[in-house]
């Protein structure tokens, strides 16, 4: 994915003030064209390469309401996660641990099925 200048360089070359070049950020983000990254900058989205840019935590709570699972239905194993999102056994189990924590999940461990304790809501999964 390509960068975009950052707003200081656009201001500059460009002789526009700092808020119409946001607004413009903001006109390319609402069209699905760019998007922010860390740091203040900007990249641009391709066709098919867009990103899911919420933490794996958030989208492991979306499992429990993408997948329609119930209280006491079983959560997919770490393994399958990792496949699912493509990252590592550490990153999944970190993001299980926050699941845990919040009651949303039973503990797991070696053999253990985890199972859904809670179904969150949608401003319950954006504290994550």
Known sequence: MAELPPAAELVRDHGVSRGVVLRAFAA?????MAEPVPGGRWRVIRDG???DRRTLAERLADVIADDGLEVGATFPS???LCERFSVSRPTVTKALEKLEAA??????GQGRLRTVRALPNREERSSL
């Open 28 to 32: 390319l983000r609402k069209d699905g």
């Open 49 to 51: 390469q867009r990103t």
């Open 78 to 80: 770490a393994s399958a």
């Open 103 to 108: 009651g949303w999940l039973s503990e797991g």
